[in-house]
Nanobody
Framework: QVQLVESGGGLVQAGGSLRLSCAAS????????MGWCRQAPGKEREFVAA????????EYADSVKGRFTISRDYAENTVYLQMNSLKSEDTAVYYC??????????????????WGKGILVTVSS
């Protein structure tokens, strides 16, 4: 079992920045690929970013490349999503996720082993 708790969401103006955090706990954490997905009102949940705990591999959705950065703190078992140059279309509930494969994130919608409860990010234009 893996538990994921998000924090750091809120309201921000377009062009601003936010950093989301995901505190992870549970067994065999290092075997999971950690990631973020989001779901906007009336839309399907979609992949945002993913990274392994132990490797240097990261992946991003095209819509956030160059603006969002995923990182992880091994000592604190925490995964971050730094979001810069936010746009109104980034408004969504953001979910922290853990799965054993990158391919799970690329499915539409993503099919993930473990989800956090989600946190709302609202970007005002």
């Amino acid at each position: 079992q893996v538990q994921l708790v998000e924090s750091g969401g809120g309201l921000v103006q377009a062009g601003g920045s936010l950093r989301l955090s995901c505190a992870a706990s549970g067994r065999s954490l290092r075997t999971y690929t950690m990631g973020w997905c989001r779901q906007a009102p009336g839309k399907e949940r979609e992949f945002v970013a993913a990274a392994s705990w132990t490797g240097g591999i990261t992946e991003y959705a095209d819509s956030v490349k160059g603006r969002f950065t995923i990182s992880r703190d091994y000592a604190e078992n925490t995964v971050y999503l730094q979001m810069n140059s936010l746009k109104s279309e980034d408004t969504a509930v953001y979910y922290c996720a853990a799965d054993h494969t990158y391919s799970a994130y690329r499915r539409s919608p993503p099919v993930i082993d473990y989800w956090g409860k989600g946190i709302l990010v609202t970007v005002s234009s």
